[in-house]
């Protein structure tokens, strides 16, 4: 999965003329974010099929409130995650754990990386992605999502916030929890010399 920072004159420009009507932009706008969306359906699903029907119902659903109060006024991928994430708990609840199986999937290579200056990430960013893997599978639901969201794909922090019905300062503080978490375990790991103690 390539690593990139969102577009967001592009995202704003398809939003316009999906709200216009433009059929074109709709369809780019699927092309563009169906990827990501279902990306994090499935980390929440053992089931690939049923996270395909949810993360394609997020786009008829958008399609449907296109030009309602309802619909996407600004920040397109922050409205698709947020309707992603209402679905999966609607229709399963909130899982304990996610799946081990997608967060091997979800994982790439560059991912964890400073953000907006705010953050240093310092050892996580040295270390190697199998090493995170294991390791987390080790942290809280919610510090596994905001990781995910913050840092995989690249939402804001206001858009964070949004999504998982949080202030952006609680945002903030899961985030550097999550970090730091992340960050004691990679030292202990180190330590310990990689003895196998963090795998599955």
Known sequence: ???????????DRLLALARRGSQQAVSEIYERYFPSVYRFVR???ESQHEA???AADVFFQLVDHLGKPSGPRQSLRGWLFRIARHEVYRHY???RKMPTVTLDEWLPASNFD?????L???????????????????LAP????????RFSEELSLQETADMMNKSVSAIKSLQFRAVDT????????TENGESGTYGD
């Open 1 to 11: 999965m390539a690593f990139t920072l969102p577009d967001i004159e592009t995202e």
């Open 43 to 45: 980390l929440h699903l």
């Open 52 to 54: 395909e029907d949810i």
């Open 93 to 95: 609840g909130r899982q």
């Open 114 to 118: 400073e953000t907006e200056g705010d």
């Open 120 to 138: 240093e990430i310092g050892i996580i960013r040295h270390a190697s992605v199998e090493r995170i893997r294991r390791l987390l599978r080790m």
């Open 142 to 149: 919610e510090q596994q999502e905001v990781l995910i969201l």
């Open 182 to 189: 992340l960050r004691k375990l990679l030292l202990s790991s």
